[in-house]
């Protein structure tokens, strides 16, 4: 069945880079998707990309996609200490009969001062 | 300002008893979802619905009961049949159900409610 794995902790000083890995097995995908989530408060989302990109740029992300690997990551540049965050890959399939994301279970992402 | 809002922020439920989680959302979107959270588990989802009057189980529907009168409102019971109902419950809207074609059609998600058993 259709599963994304993400590792579960991160850890970074601050003004380091932070990247964040995720694998799908769906191929199918048309979009994959990162968001965050902190304490307490529900998930939003940071960046998204088409299926057939390679890579996409926003600010300090930096989404990358390897397709044959089946293989997304989000760098996240000079990372502050507000960034520490969970921080989840999902998988969109357009034309899915349930319309569904299917989530990984999230990276804890902890930036040190 | 459109949104998703969700209350109560925190709910305490007795034994034996059910309770309704209110999930709104103002952005005309047709789809609606309710998810689960729990600590290391990532995003579990329970039911959905993608038009008015209609909805559909998730994964983990057991124990749980929607309704979807109104475009708006999607409201989430967990009956005394879910025996273990302490977790962060999330709910999210899209435009619509068709999931995966762009930031359009993304899930906008809710501050989440905290369930918590007396």
């Known amino acids: 069945g259709e599963d994304v794995e993400q590792s579960l902790f991160l850890s970074v000083r601050e003004g380091d880079s932070s990247v964040i890995n995720c694998t799908y097995t769906?191929?199918?995908?048309?979009?994959l998707y990162w968001y965050k989530q902190e304490p307490g408060a529900g998930l939003q989302l940071l960046t998204y990309i088409f299926s057939n990109m390679d890579m996409k740029q926003d600010q300090r992300l930096t989404v990358l996609l390897n397709k044959k690997d089946k293989h997304l990551s989000l760098r996240i540049a000079d990372t502050q200490t507000g960034d520490s965050a969970i921080y989840f890959c999902?998988?969109?399939?357009?034309?899915?009969?349930?319309?569904?994301?299917?989530f990984g279970k999230g990276t804890k992402l902890s930036v040190k001062p | 300002d459109g949104g998703i809002t969700q209350s109560p922020k925190y709910l305490f439920r007795k034994e034996g008893q059910n309770v309704t989680l209110s999930c709104e959302q103002n952005?005309?979107?047709?789809?609606m979802y309710w998810y689960r959270q729990d600590p290391g588990q990532g995003l579990r989802l329970i039911y959905y619905s993608q038009i008015v009057n209609d909805f559909q189980k998730g994964d983990i529907a057991e124990g749980y009961s929607v309704s979807r009168e109104k475009k708006e409102s999607f409201p989430l019971t967990v009956t005394s049949a879910q025996k273990n109902p302490t977790a962060f419950y999330l709910c999210?809207?899209?435009?619509?159900?068709?999931?995966?074609?762009?930031?359009?059609?993304?899930?906008?998600f809710g501050p989440g409610t905290r369930l918590l058993v007396l």
């Open positions: 952005l005309n979107h047709d789809a």
């Open positions: 999210a809207s899209s435009i619509s159900g068709l999931i995966g074609r762009g930031r359009e059609e993304t899930q906008y």
């Open positions: 769906d191929s199918s995908s048309t979009y």
């Open positions: 999902a998988e969109g399939n357009y034309g899915g009969s349930q319309g569904n994301l299917i």
